[in-house]
């Protein structure tokens, strides 16, 4: 009896690990369809040059890159701009000034939540009258 347990053992685990292995194999493997075209990463191209119909891949490619590099260039400026007139700055002007930020964070963040607040109510309101253009809600049980 013992043997038995052990053979059933012995011939599901070699079921098993052949299992995995072919599964392994399968998730490594690439698929050999020869139609299939290497996905390509699209491009991003910013206007006016997105309009432009013959561009080449190459030339998409130049295009976003030059433009990620102008971004990363006027980033850096504004940076630099910003370091300089803080530098000019007394302490009391910069506390000054880090309040005004402050204040404005809150206030936009206000607006966002006070628009929010007005699209669900939009949302809720269209759902009402298409509810009520229906028929579909009614309170009063059917006779």
């Known amino acids: 009896m013992k043997a038995t347990k052990w053979a059933a053992c012995a011939a599901l685990s070699v079921l098993l690990g052949g299992a995995m292995v072919v599964i392994a194999d399968d998730a490594t493997t690439a698929p050999s369809s020869s139609d299939e075209t290497p996905h390509v990463k699209k491009v991003k191209i910013i206007s006016p040059y997105n ?10 490619a130049a295009i ?15 940076q630099q701009e910003s370091d300089d007139v803080m ?13 005004l930020q402050a204040k404005s964070d809150i206030e936009k963040k206000a607006d966002s939540a006070e628009m929010r607040a ?18 579909a809600a009614t ?5």
């Not at 309009?51 to 998409?60: E, F, I, S, V």
């Not at 976003?64 to 504004?78: F, M, N, Q, S, W």
Request: hydrophobic content about 30%.
């Open 64 to 78: 976003a890159k030059i433009h990620k590099e102008e971004l990363a260039a006027e980033k850096k400026l504004k």
């Open 51 to 60: 309009k432009l119909d013959d561009l080449t891949d190459d030339q998409k």
């Open 139 to 143: 309170t009063e049980p059917s006779k």
């Open 87 to 99: 530098a000019l700055l007394t302490d009391d002007q910069k506390k000054e000034l880090a309040d």
């Open 118 to 135: 007005k699209t669900e109510e939009q949302k809720a309101e269209d759902l009402k009258a298409q509810a009520g253009d229906t028929g």
